[in-house]
């Protein structure tokens, strides 16, 4: 996700936890190699080889449905993990996993309305920890932008940040939106809140530093508002001192 967080498609698949069936971190590295008729040769076709034996060894297994699902998705076979996200979602429609990969899904083939449909129910589904429904709110960010929703997408984003405030990758991604959206001040208190938790985070502090020599107003009452000035306790009342 330091890539734009794009695609996140890709990226977000490696998140979904190995007990609800995902493929490993390291399929995004890789790319399917021509047809699998012979040994697989790489980690993704080994993925997907192992993901459709658990779905043949037990196909009511909805988290082997999602985790085939996604590793057909990772192998650009959009049509074949479209039927196992279904499958996913069908075998269990109470887990939020299966509506998380449909909404992947969706938005791979350029439903948008749908994309955004099934991870809104995914986000709304209990079942998961926070970790998982800030990757699915990240989702969500991505596929509202890419619907020229953006106001909805900074709203999912900062519902994403709701879910552990301190992802510093989130953090410049936000800023990035709110930068688009004109936002000057909220957009630099993002970058700035990025580099607080990582503070050799060097796209967030170009960024940060970019923006508050384009727009040095918006920079100067973020600084007041980091930085206030002490307060006098005069008569009963606060004021700022001088």
């Not at 100067?220 to 980091?226: G, N």
């Amino acid at each position: 996700m330091l890539v734009r967080m794009i695609p996140i498609l890709k990226a977000l698949i490696v998140v979904l936890a190995v007990a609800l069936a995902v493929v490993a971190a390291a399929l995004v590295r890789f790319a399917v190699v021509g047809n699998r008729g012979g040994t697989p040769r790489t980690q993704l076709e080994r993925g997907i080889v192992a993901a459709e034996q658990a779905v043949k060894a037990d196909p009511q297994n909805a988290p082997a449905r999602v985790k085939l699902a996604a590793a057909y998705l990772e192998g650009n076979s959009v049509d074949a993990a479209l039927e196992q996200a279904r499958y996913a979602v069908k075998l269990a429609p109470e887990r939020p996993e299966g509506y998380y990969i449909l909404g992947l899904v969706k938005s791979a083939k350029g439903s948008m309305n749908e994309a955004i449909a099934a991870l809104q129910k995914s986000a709304a589904t209990k079942g998961q920890t926070a970790p998982f429904y800030q990757d699915v709110y990240a989702a969500l960010a991505q596929v509202q932008e890419k619907a020229g929703n953006r106001k909805a997408a900074i709203v999912a984003l900062n519902s994403a940040l709701d879910k552990g405030p301190e992802n510093s990758l989130l953090l410049f991604e936000l800023g990035r939106l709110y930068e688009r959206d004109a936002q000057w001040l909220p957009a630099l208190d993002s970058y700035a809140t990025a580099l607080q938790f990582v503070p050799d985070y060097e796209e967030a502090r170009q960024a940060f530093d970019r923006l508050s020599k384009a727009h040095p107003d918006a920079a100067k009452t973020l600084k007041q508002a980091r930085n206030p000035k002490p307060t006098q306790k005069q008569s009963g009342s606060t004021r700022p001192g001088k």
